[in-house]
């Protein structure tokens, strides 16, 4: 059974950092694509960073310089570095995984940022 995991969500200070994980799981097939997601308290979700894996990589104007999105040492797993965060990176954060033209999603990460 294809699985989702997402970890690595939690609270921190502002200008702090956190990594978020995304593995998919119970398959031999490779993930090609990758993108990262956030929902804010009130605020739609919206798109923040994507990989073509192996690295081609792009970012949300609001999240570049800051975030890293990138591919895991493990089959199937990308990781979201994000550094200098603000109160304002405070959401709910989901990966979505491509697998063999159909698409996956993370069950979510809280991302708490304190100021």
């Known amino acids: 059974q294809v699985q989702v995991t997402e970890s690595g969500g939690g609270l921190v200070q502002s200008g702090g950092s956190l990594t978020l994980s995304c593995a998919v799981s119970?398959?031999?097939?490779?993930?090609?694509?990758v993108n990262w997601y956030r929902e804010g308290p009130g605020k739609e979700r919206e798109w923040i960073a994507g990989?073509?894996?192996?690295?081609?990589?792009r970012y949300s104007d609001s999240v570049k310089g800051r975030f890293t999105i990138s591919r895991g040492n493990t089959k199937n797993t990308v990781y979201l570095q994000m550094n200098d965060l603000v109160p304002e990176d405070t959401a709910v954060y989901y990966c979505?995984?491509?697998?063999?033209?159909?698409?996956?999603w993370g069950q979510g990460s809280q991302v708490t940022v304190s100021s």
């Open positions: 119970g398959t031999p097939f490779s993930v090609d694509v």
């Open positions: 990989i073509i894996l192996p690295g081609r990589t």
């Open positions: 979505k995984s491509r697998l063999r033209g159909g698409e996956l």
